[in-house]
């Protein structure tokens, strides 16, 4: 059964880098057709997909945070890790990873972690 936990700080400066990890088990993150997202919600509101890196290692981001937007992996660790650059209090929300099939069904989740950017 596949687990995945989030990591990171839980409170990040405006302008600076957001940086979370997803920590893998049960399953390695280069299995074929697995992809590994990030997913986020902010307070109040609904849930918001952020991007992902696939078995592959290739990446898609969401057009509206592609620009801030980098995830990575370290398969010999079976981590993954976001990067969102210049935050600002709008990225105060619980972030999530995620891990989907072919069919992008988001059949595990982590239990989310709560990031608040305040000064």
């Known amino acids: 059964q596949v687990q995945l936990q989030e990591s990171g700080p839980g409170l990040v400066k405006p302008s600076q880098t957001l940086s979370l990890t997803c920590t893998v088990s049960?399953?390695?993150?280069?299995?074929?057709?697995?992809?590994w997202s990030w997913i986020r919600q902010p307070p109040g509101k609904g849930l918001e997909w952020i991007g992902y890196?696939?078995?592959?290692?290739?990446?898609y981001y969401s057009p509206s945070l592609k620009s801030r937007t980098s995830i990575s992996r370290d398969t010999s660790k079976n981590q993954f890790t976001l990067q969102l650059s210049s935050v600002t209090p709008e990225d105060t929300a619980v972030y999530y990873c995620?891990?989907?099939?072919?069919?992008?069904?988001?059949?595990?989740w982590g239990q989310g972690t709560q990031v608040t950017v305040s000064s």
């Open positions: 049960g399953q390695s993150i280069a299995t074929n057709y697995y992809y």
């Open positions: 890196i696939a078995y592959s290692g290739s990446t």
């Open positions: 995620a891990r989907s099939g072919s069919d992008y069904v988001f059949a595990s």
